[in-house]
């Protein structure tokens, strides 16, 4: 934590698959959870916010409204931050925002004040823990990267089910008050799990460090060439489309429940039942997408969740009892489990490890104006019609043509644009092979380190060359 350099990790390094990585792990659960669940859990809390400060239901939604948008809208500020000071200590400033915008909030006298302490300030502690945590993960997995990215990503229905229930024990005992000053001193353990991303360190040997050590000092802050990768354009534009309608469906779900004439606790008993299946899901489908066979595949398995979800969706939207909502909530959760789990293990295949870092934070971005849009227009819609079943299909309809994108654009213009560089790059790796041969050893062994370091940055390049030629990854 020392000098101030450009956090793009050693590349001569080796994922270790292990080890100290699976504290990594640990600290990535942890920070998704609060992430993901902290804007949901909150809202426990607004039935004593209405009361104390004599507003509507409306006001209050502003809060995790913002906590979502500070997530996603400050994705490229902490690609900055993150390539300028690194994950480690942009994870410990983040944790120390997230507590001490709860902890104020507590002994706020207005809602405006609690939009800029519990919204802004937290919002923005929390997006310094997630990108960065989701780098380091990137950066200590490899072969089981899939199975990592799944099990981190169970942390948001995890804490879900815990973060809301433990919301309305501290409501009940401490009041609005007692209770963000509690949660306040909780989201200090994001430094705890910054402090266990330990960056991995490069190896030893003079001629393999000297490089890399030029590299940092030339790397941008924010670097867009990732836009000239057309699997991260499609990837970018696939992902907008698809939070449109993601995020709908559990938002009107138990107002779904309620209109149709059931109770308030049976009502809210579905997102009980969509999360615990979704606690199952992400793991398991994380273990399916690091088999073998699917990896190579994995943008399409990705596409198919995505399908799966939007169908869900439709078939939701003929729902006329309770045990039809049943239903749609298991497959929901499924299906939903498994774009949650598979969503960033794409990116991090398209992108490679070392514009990950800028690429995640500008695809937040752009989901962050998706997010903002979706649930507001699909509310408008349901004020318009006064039926459910026209927001379940709009969502349905948006997830679907997102997935559509992804597999088609990748399947028509990543693959055959890939396969000309690809004999170029093997022809050209074969000329440096066969100079190297005829060559002294002692010139021998200089061009030995120029190919190998050739081959692994080609390697690292995507949307030019490919290592299967059924997908951009």
Not at 104 to 119: D, K, P
Not at 328 to 347: D, H, K, R, T
Not at 433 to 455: R, W, Y
């Amino acid at each position: 934590m020392g000098a101030v350099v450009a956090d793009d990790g050693p590349s001569g390094v080796k994922a270790p698959d292990g080890g100290w990585g699976w504290a990594v792990l640990f600290g990535c659960f942890i920070i998704t959870g609060f992430s993901y669940a902290f804007p949901k859990a909150v809202s426990v809390f607004f039935k004593e916010l209405i009361r104390e400060f004599g507003i509507g239901y409306s006001d209050t939604a502003w809060i995790s409204s913002i906590l979502l948008a500070m997530l996603y809208g400050t994705g490229p500020l902490c690609s900055v931050c993150v390539n300028r000071f690194g994950c480690r200590p942009v994870m410990l400033v983040g944790g120390l925002f997230a507590s001490m915008g709860m902890v104020i909030a507590s002994f706020c006298t207005s809602i405006i004040q609690i939009y800029l302490t519990a919204g802004v300030i937290t919002g923005l502690g929390l997006a310094l823990n997630f990108q960065p945590s989701l780098i380091m993960l990137n950066r200590y997995f490899d072969k089981r990267r899939p199975l990592a990215n799944g099990l981190s990503a169970a942390g948001s229905p995890v804490f879900l089910c815990a973060l809301s229930p433990l919301g309305q024990i501290l409501q009940h005992e401490y009041g609005w008050r007692g209770g963000f000053l509690i949660l306040g001193g909780m989201l200090l353990n994001c430094c705890v799990c910054g402090a266990l991303m330990r960056p991995l360190e490069p190896p030893k040997n003079s001629e393999v460090t000297k490089e890399p050590a030029e590299k940092k000092v030339k790397k941008k802050l924010l670097d867009f060439s990732v836009f000239k990768d057309g699997g991260f354009v499609i990837y970018a534009l696939a992902a907008s489309i698809m939070v449109l309608g993601l995020f709908v469906p559990p938002v009107f779900v138990v107002s779904y429940a309620k209109d149709i004439g059931y109770q308030d606790t049976k009502a809210a008993f579905l997102l009980t039942i969509l999360g615990f299946i979704d606690i199952f899901a992400r793991p398991i489908c994380g273990m399916v997408a690091g088999l073998k066979w699917v990896r190579p595949r994995c943008v399409y398995l990705f596409s198919f969740a995505m399908i799966f979800n939007g169908f869900t969706d439709l078939m939701g939207s003929m729902s006329v009892d309770y045990g039809g909502l049943v239903v749609f909530c298991i497959f929901f959760g499924i299906s939903y489990g498994m774009v949650g789990a598979l969503q960033f293990e794409v990116l991090m295949a398209i992108v490679g490890t070392q514009k990950f870092s800028s690429a995640i934070g500008l695809v937040l971005l752009a989901e962050a104006m998706a997010v903002l849009i979706g649930p507001p227009s699909a509310g408008k819609l349901l004020d318009a019609t006064g039926r459910y079943m026209f927001v379940f299909i709009i969502a349905g309809i948006e997830v679907t043509t997102s997935a559509l994108v992804l597999a088609l654009g990748n399947f028509f213009c990543i693959k055959r644009k890939s396969e000309e560089p690809h004999t170029k790059e093997e022809a050209a790796e074969r000329e440096e092979l066969n100079k190297s041969e005829n060559k002294s050893p002692e010139d021998a062994k200089v061009d030995s380190i120029e190919v190998e370091q050739f081959l692994k940055d080609e390697h690292e390049k995507n949307g030019e060359v490919v290592t299967n030629p059924e997908t951009c990854v």
